[in-house]
């Protein structure tokens, strides 16, 4: 079994930051990619930013310039960054990332954590 953990949520105001961390524990072989995910209510989840294990990224155009997503591939943990924060960031967050098992693949969720931004 995969559990992924995030830490790092809570309210700020805008112009502010926060870092978010997601950690991964169990067995598994390997975990590639981690991304970060957000959902508001009403909406569907979209993607904001994703890392392979060999560092390449990628953002939604909405948070370009000002999150920043990275890991610790020996700790198992992702981070995001972020900074100049908005309103429109507050949301659920979610790491999302899929472990490699010994016969299969499989994509796991952590359980979400809040961030709310205040005008």
């Known amino acids: 079994q995969v559990q992924l953990v995030e830490s790092g949520g809570g309210l700020v105001q805008a112009g502010g930051s926060l870092r978010l961390s997601c950690a991964a524990s169990?067995?598994?072989?390997?975990?590639?990619?981690m991304r970060w995910y957000r959902q508001t209510p009403g909406k569907q989840r979209e993607l904001v930013a994703a890392?392979?294990?060999?560092?390449?990224?990628n953002y939604a155009d909405s948070v370009k310039g000002r999150f920043t997503i990275s890991r610790d591939n020996a700790k198992n943990t992702v981070y995001l960054q972020m900074n100049s924060l908005k309103p429109e960031d507050t949301a659920v967050y979610y790491c999302?990332?899929?472990?490699?098992?010994?016969?299969?693949?499989?994509?796991?969720w952590g359980q979400g954590t809040q961030v709310t931004v205040s005008s």
């Open positions: 999302n990332a899929v472990a490699e098992l010994p016969t299969r693949a499989v994509l796991y």
């Open positions: 169990g067995s598994f072989l390997s975990i590639n990619p």
């Open positions: 890392i392979t294990g060999g560092g390449s990224t």
